[in-house]
């Protein structure tokens, strides 16, 4: 069922885009875009730093804007925790120069402005007001009741934080991830000594002998009380090859990450070419992931990064980026990236999604998304 909001007043559009974008910004530039009278979600970019050139983040901005299908129209609205400057004749809104800059970009891109808007610590006003009014926040209505939206009181980075775990977790795993490595590392005679811990010898055969069955396996069961299947995943996704076959099949199935792990798997050998359908999964395009699939396999990411002893957290941590990114979610993408970077900055995927992030490059998929 479709859920039609109508906001025919400035206030009422501002009372939607915490239920449009899943958050209520803060320190953000929002764009809705619309087509016709209606529009279909929010975009919003990190307000630029003071020195930054407004003319090309405006560029930037509407550039992603102009990727959504069908997009004729867009309203702007600037989050910030600048205050109104009193001017003789009035205040001015905080980014003026660089709210004017978007909207004449929008404009010169042949689309109709609806709204351009900012949002203070003082209440909020109209940019395209001569003499801008400062209207109280309590004038802004509470987006309550809208079918399928849950609590939007957050910022963007609202729910990004992992899973808490404690130091008898991590040295489960840790304990776990090094049994497993001396048994995987040493494929395929696969020839444990004595003492080898049976549950870490089981684990390293399922690994070994259907890692796609394995992957599957563990975005439909809890992971809370198993360090071996954790330890596991974690020397998949420190293991590029293996890494990207299991996120392209959490992106689609079973069947099309057999696939996806061949072709890797031959890549890894004869340096050939990965076919054009997984690396298009991997750059966002193609048919749209199942939503809910992809934020089973976020939660059992986000769970297995608590979990790791920290040298071993940035190949799960740039999963968690990805996935994050798949889902629309570049905000949660950039808090997981750059722990990852943190930890290794030498992290080449980590780099890779930390400059589509600072390009502002969304998954198509999310783009056309109604």
Excluded at 106 to 115: K, M, N, R, S
Excluded at 194 to 200: E, G, K, L, V, Y
């Amino acid at each position: 069922m479709t859920t039609i909001i109508h906001a025919t007043e400035p206030a009422e559009l501002l009372g939607i885009v915490p239920a449009l974008a899943g958050f209520t910004p803060r320190c953000s530039v929002v764009l809705l875009p619309f087509r016709g009278t209606r529009t279909h979600g929010a975009l919003r970019v990190d307000l630029p730093a003071p020195d930054a050139d407004p003319d090309a983040f405006a560029d930037a901005a509407v550039h992603a804007l102009l990727q959504v299908s069908g997009v004729d129209a867009a309203a702007l609205v600037v989050y910030t925790d600048d205050r109104p400057l009193p001017v003789p004749d009035g205040v001015l809104l905080p980014h003026l120069v660089l709210a004017e800059a978007v909207g004449d970009v929008i404009l010169e891109a042949g689309l109709h402005l609806v709204d351009a808007l900012c949002v203070t610590p003082d209440g909020w006003g109209d940019y395209r007001e001569d003499d801008p009014t400062i209207r109280p926040l309590e004038s802004i209505p509470v987006g309550d009741g809208i079918p399928g939206v849950g609590d939007v009181s957050g910022d963007q980075l609202a729910g990004a934080e992992l899973p808490g775990s404690d130091l008898a977790d991590r040295e489960r795993v840790g304990r776990a991830l090094a049994e497993l490595e001396e048994l995987l590392d040493r494929r395929p005679s696969m020839s444990p000594a004595r003492d080898t811990n049976p549950i870490a010898l089981i684990t390293a055969m399922e690994v070994l002998d259907d890692l796609p069955g394995f992957v599957e396996e563990l975005i439909e069961r809890p992971a809370d009380d198993d360090p071996y299947g954790c330890a596991a995943l974690l020397w998949c996704l420190a293991r590029p090859a293996l890494r990207d076959a299991v996120l392209v099949q959490w992106a689609t199935d079973r069947e099309f990450g057999c696939r996806a792990l061949e072709a890797q798997m031959e890549f890894s050998r004869q340096r050939g070419d990965i076919p054009r359908a997984i690396g298009e999964v991997f750059l966002g395009r193609g048919a749209p992931p199942d939503p809910d699939r992809l934020g089973c396999a976020l939660e059992l990411v986000r769970l297995v990064a608590a979990r790791a002893p920290r040298q071993a957290k940035p190949g799960a941590l740039t999963a968690a980026a990805w996935l994050a990114w798949a889902l629309g979610r570049s905000s949660h993408a950039g808090v997981y990236v750059d722990e990852a970077l943190r930890i290794d900055p030498g992290h080449s995927m980590a780099s890779l999604i930390s400059t589509m992030l600072s390009a502002a490059v969304l998954p198509e998929w999310v783009l056309r998304r109604r």
